[in-house]
């Protein structure tokens, strides 16, 4: 007697340096901000820092370094406002991981997209880029609690696709990603942004770790090992 295969797991999406090179425009923005409020020399080594982690975080995190005065949301509309200018119009898409997104859609395979990100950022990103139409469900930062690494903005996306956590697959580029992914209780396909970052601890969490990062990440590998991984 033959038994039904189990499904495919669904997938959740970072946003910013996994699905799209976003982080040199955020940089951008930042620097562009930092500059207005008298800081100077804003550097990429720094920004780096702050990868993976929500915008209202790393604003209040940089506010307090540079002893800002202007409210936290107000920074963080001045760069929602720079960073959407500069996404509109230059928002590359990781050539692999648009494959692995339209695989995903052939197959039927629920996806959403779990970001730091305002929404409207989201919205603009997934419109100018033409992954809107394979990726309909997104949750921001703004929506929940806590940002990464707390696991709420994963579990969220989960609530939306109707899934289980532990029926879910994560995919990040960031350590504190990746984290928020185990503490939702999922799996998750690591891709360092920053490959000098691929041996934090937390990489070493996931089912499945390019090392190599995006030069190394490929659908298929990846749609391969998803097929193995059914849900538990």
Known sequence: MSTRPS?????????DGTLVDSEPNYYEAGRRLLARHGVPGFTWEHHTRYIG???RETLTALRAEY?????????????????LELARSSTEVFPEMRKFVERLRQEGIATAVASGSSRAAIEAVLAGTGLGAYVTT???ADEVAHGKPAPDVFLEAARRLGAAPGDCVAL???APG????????????AVPYVASTADDPAFTTAELLFRGGQGEFTAQTAYDWLSGAQPS
Do not use: K, N, W
């Open 172 to 174: 990040e580029d960031a």
């Open 138 to 140: 997104y949750v921001s």
């Open 178 to 189: 990746v984290a928020a992914a185990q503490a939702a209780g999922m799996r998750c396909i």
């Open 53 to 55: 982690i929500s915008t």
């Open 67 to 83: 002893g800002i005065a202007t409210p936290v949301d107000e920074l963080l509309a001045d760069q929602d406002a720079l960073y």
């Open 7 to 15: 499904p495919a797991p669904s997938v959740i999406f970072d946003l």
